[in-house]
């Protein structure tokens, strides 16, 4: 009996997957996994993510097995040999075709190709799906035909054709007939420690897989949802639905989140619930992200999106920026914040955009050094959402932030963690400090707690970026 391949990439769950709902309904599946640490650690993933991936893929297995799909592994060492890799199993299964999602940044768009070209050529039927987005890539372009480098009419235009069709839930494929082929052991979860020389967080942190992922929606909704937009930018209120490592690898799709929202907003995503519609929008962010990378791929290739900005002369600070990895500016929400992204796994949205601006501004430290650093350490580290989400900071990006736009941590700190409880849970050397004192500790307390004066003024480092910004733009 001929099988279907479906090989899972980013997308690690049964329920409303595109392309397992069509490899199951052509026959029996079997599934693929195939795991290229070399080539992730090469992209800076770090032991974060690559342990909560192990995790999800076991999660997987064991739904899999529940329905009789049994899920092949296998160990490559990088892209260029994914092809082979599929072609060897799917003559191992006598398998006639293969399945997989799309995925959008470069590399994977490259391998994809390879694998379609390598499949036609050995006479094997293979089909992708577009799963993670709403709207395939070049679906939504512009009046003049080219793809959106702003936000705000990509948004638009995505609410406007947006069809009942494209949000309809794919079925979870039903058990089938036992097969001869069995599944095959996953590896020990120590391999991630011994290849990044790092342990990941507490796997508490971050329970895998898609049961966990739709409690976590299921939570957000019943208990922050409503509150989402007055609440989303205090980083010591729950205010969050911290699903973005689960839509990070697919454990939980784009289509369930927003059909829940449906559910809880009248049937209306744009309009309604100011807290739901605010985190709607969150999501269509993450798709503009993906179409930015498929339609401008040398954001893909570390190269800046507004092309002028690569002539910008970032500063060589390698003092300045071991302080901001490890949490010792001197300016005590970047640190909390930092403190909090390496203990963690990940940091809150709000002091994303404050930490990236003090590296890129303050600092005026090459935005690419931090987002390899937010990499190596995010839990949800996703190319498309951390590289635009950099760009936007540095205002090297699509939608960026005005150059002139350079944010105060101080005055960031005391608006959103007005009593400074954020900054004393992740700097306990500041705790004992009247909270007023937190934001910015007095010069004279500095000898007595082990706490850093700040490394740079606030004034004089906005001064310099602007300099450096306008001596761009009379060079153009």
């Given at each position: 009996?001929s099988?279907?391949?479906?090989?899972?990439r980013s997308?690690?769950?049964l329920?409303d997957?595109r392309?397992l709902?069509?490899a199951?309904r052509h026959?029996?599946?079997?599934?693929?996994?195939?795991?290229?640490l070399?080539?992730?650690q090469?992209?800076?993933h770090g032991?974060?993510?690559?342990?909560?991936?192990?995790?999800?893929?076991?999660?997987?297995?064991?739904?899999?097995e529940?329905?009789?799909?049994?899920?092949?592994?296998?160990?490559?060492?990088?892209?260029?040999?994914?092809?082979d890799?599929?072609?060897?199993?799917a003559?191992?299964?006598?398998a006639?075709?293969?399945?997989?999602?799309?995925?959008y940044?470069?590399d994977?768009?490259?391998?994809?190709r390879a694998?379609?070209?390598?499949?036609?050529a050995?006479?094997l039927?293979?089909?992708?799906?577009?799963?993670?987005i709403?709207?395939?890539p070049g679906?939504l372009l512009t009046?003049?035909?080219?793809?959106y480098?702003?936000f705000?009419?990509?948004?638009k235009?995505?609410?406007?054709q947006?069809?009942?069709?494209?949000l309809?839930?794919?079925?979870?494929?039903?058990a089938?007939?036992?097969?001869?082929?069995?599944s095959?052991p996953?590896?020990?979860p120590?391999?991630?420690?011994?290849?990044t020389?790092?342990?990941?967080?507490a796997s508490?942190l971050?329970?895998?897989?898609e049961?966990?992922?739709?409690?976590r929606?299921a939570?957000?909704?019943?208990?922050?949802?409503?509150?989402?937009?007055?609440?989303?930018?205090?980083?010591?209120?729950?205010?969050?639905?911290e699903?973005?490592?689960?839509l990070?690898?697919g454990?939980?799709?784009?289509?369930?989140?927003?059909?829940?929202?449906?559910?809880e907003n009248?049937?209306?995503?744009?309009?309604?619930?100011?807290g739901?519609?605010a985190?709607v929008n969150?999501l269509?962010?993450r798709?503009?992200?993906?179409?930015?990378?498929a339609?401008?791929?040398?954001?893909?290739?570390?190269?800046?999106f507004?092309?002028?900005?690569?002539?910008?002369?970032?500063?060589?600070?390698?003092?300045?920026?071991?302080?901001?990895?490890?949490?010792?500016?001197?300016?005590?929400?970047v640190?909390?914040?930092?403190?909090?992204?390496?203990?963690?796994?990940?940091?809150?949205?709000r002091?994303?955009m404050?930490?990236?601006?003090?590296?890129?501004?303050?600092?005026?430290?090459?935005w690419r050094?931090?987002e390899?650093f937010f990499?190596?350490?995010?839990?949800?580290?996703?190319f498309?959402a951390n590289n635009g989400?950099?760009?936007?900071?540095?205002?090297?990006?699509?939608?960026?932030?005005p150059?002139f736009?350079?944010?105060n941590?101080?005055?960031?700190?005391l608006?959103?963690d007005a009593?400074?409880e954020?900054?004393?849970?992740?700097?306990?050397?500041?705790?004992?400090?009247?909270?007023?004192?937190r934001?910015?500790?007095p010069?004279?307390?500095f000898?007595?707690v082990d706490?850093?004066?700040?490394i740079?003024?606030?004034?004089?480092?906005?001064?310099?970026?602007?300099?450096?910004f306008k001596?761009l733009?009379?060079?153009?």
């Open positions: 009996m099988v279907n391949l479906m090989w899972f997308d690690l769950r329920h997957n392309a709902e069509a199951a026959g029996p599946v079997v599934a693929v996994y195939l795991r290229s070399p080539h992730w090469r992209h800076g032991a974060n993510q690559l342990d909560f991936r192990a995790r999800s893929v076991a999660e997987l297995k064991q739904a899999l529940e329905r009789n799909i049994p899920l092949l592994y296998r160990d490559i060492n990088d892209f260029a040999e994914t092809a890799a599929l072609l060897a199993i003559r191992e299964t006598g006639s075709a293969l399945h997989f999602n799309h995925e940044p470069l994977e768009k490259q391998r994809d694998v379609v070209e390598a499949f036609k050995a006479d039927a293979v089909a992708g799906h577009h799963d993670a709403a709207f395939a679906e009046g003049k035909g080219d793809f480098s702003v705000t009419p990509f948004s235009a995505w609410h406007r947006l069809s009942a069709e494209r309809a839930l794919s079925d979870a494929p039903t089938q007939k036992r097969l001869s082929i069995t095959d996953l590896p020990d120590a391999d991630i420690t011994k290849a020389n790092n342990t990941a967080v508490d971050w329970p895998a897989g049961d966990a992922a739709a409690d929606l939570r957000f909704l019943r208990f922050r949802g409503r509150r989402y937009a007055q609440q989303r930018d205090y980083p010591m209120t729950a205010g969050t639905s699903l973005s490592p689960y990070a690898l454990m939980i799709s784009h289509r369930q989140c927003l059909q829940a929202v449906l559910g009248d049937g209306t995503l744009a309009e309604g619930d100011a739901l519609v985190w969150e269509v962010w798709e503009f992200y993906r179409h930015v990378a339609g401008f791929p040398r954001v893909c290739r570390h190269r800046a507004q092309v002028d900005t690569e002539a910008l002369a970032w500063r060589d600070d390698e003092a300045g920026f071991a302080a901001w990895c490890e949490g010792r500016t001197g300016y005590p929400i640190d909390a914040a930092m403190r909090q992204l390496v203990t963690t796994g990940w940091m809150h949205n002091l994303r404050v930490t990236a601006m003090f590296l890129t501004k303050h600092l005026l430290i090459d050094q931090g390899a990499m190596r350490h995010l839990v949800d580290g996703e498309c989400g950099w760009q936007w900071a540095a205002s090297t990006g699509t939608d960026a932030a150059y736009r350079i944010f941590p101080t005055t960031q700190s608006r959103f009593d400074g954020f900054i004393a849970k992740w700097l306990p050397e500041l705790a004992e400090l009247p909270a007023k004192q934001h910015a500790p010069m004279d307390m000898s007595s706490y850093p004066a700040p740079v003024e606030h004034k004089a480092a906005r001064l310099r970026a602007l300099d450096a001596r733009s009379s060079s153009s």
